[in-house]
């Protein structure tokens, strides 16, 4: 099993920053892929930013793309998010989440581990 706990989110005026992070402990962390998620009040939880087990690809979603960077440390087995020129419609619980496998890192369905969530809210 893999624990995933975030921490960082709270309340930003538009155009500010918030840095996320995830701790992970259990199994192994360097050989899994770590993402961000995230899920606005009634909407479907969305990709973010993700990267494989060793680095060597990264994804953000065009929505955040130029504003986001993730980072990952494994020796520390920690994740960030690190959030800038934040947007109103940015404002939504950000989920990490840790996968053994990079195939489907799409979509909610194919990442296997998930922490609680941190809101993360956005004014205008």
């Known amino acids: 099993q893999v624990q995933l706990v975030e921490s960082g989110g709270g309340l930003v005026q538009a155009g500010g920053s918030l840095r996320l992070s995830c701790a992970a402990s259990?199994?192994?962390?360097?050989?899994?892929?770590m993402g961000w998620f995230r899920q606005a009040p009634g909407k479907h939880r969305e990709i973010v930013a993700a990267t494989r087990w060793d680095g060597s690809i990264t994804y953000y979603s065009d929505s955040v793309k130029g504003r986001f960077t993730i980072s990952r440390d494994n020796a520390k087995n920690t994740v960030n998010l690190l959030m800038n020129s934040l947007k109103p419609e940015d404002t939504a619980i950000y989920y990490c989440?840790?996968?053994?496998?990079?195939?489907?890192?799409?979509?909610?369905?194919?990442?296997?581990?998930w922490g609680r969530g941190t809101q993360v809210t956005v004014s205008s």
């Open positions: 259990g199994r192994i962390f360097s050989g899994f892929a």
């Open positions: 989440a840790a996968s053994g496998g990079w195939e489907k890192f799409s979509t909610a369905d194919g990442w296997a581990y």
